[in-house]
């Protein structure tokens, strides 16, 4: 079992910037997917960027050139830079594992939440 837990989240203008940690309490496998889902109020929640352990990064479109993720197996934590925030990235973040398990079924473990809203 995997216990995820976010920090960094808060209130910014637009234009700023905010670093979101996540550290995970529990083995983390060389296998395991990290990444970043927000979810705007009223709205589902998406994925912003994922990285595996090889180092491959995935960034959704809308952050591409603002956002950078980063992991540290050592450490057992994935962060999310944030540049340049407008107020549409206003929403709570999410920290995720996702984990194939041996017999071809996968798992999800989620962190608790930080809410990052941008606004003047």
């Known amino acids: 079992h995997v216990q995820l837990v976010e920090s960094g989240g808060g209130l910014v203008q637009p234009g700023g910037s905010l670093r979101l940690s996540c550290v995970a309490s529990g083995n983390i496998l060389s296998g395991d997917v990290m990444g970043w889902y927000r979810q705007p109020v009223g709205k589902q929640r998406e994925l912003v960027a994922q990285?595996?352990?090889?180092?491959?990064?995935w960034l959704e479109s809308d952050v591409k050139g603002r956002f950078t993720i980063s992991r540290d197996d050592a450490k057992a934590t994935v962060s999310l830079q944030m540049y340049g925030l407008l107020p549409e990235d206003t929403a709570v973040y999410y920290c995720n594992v996702w984990r194939q398990m041996t017999d071809g079924s996968n798992i999800n473990y989620w962190g608790q939440g930080t809410q990052v809203t941008v606004s003047s």
């Open positions: 990285i595996s352990s090889g180092g491959n990064t």
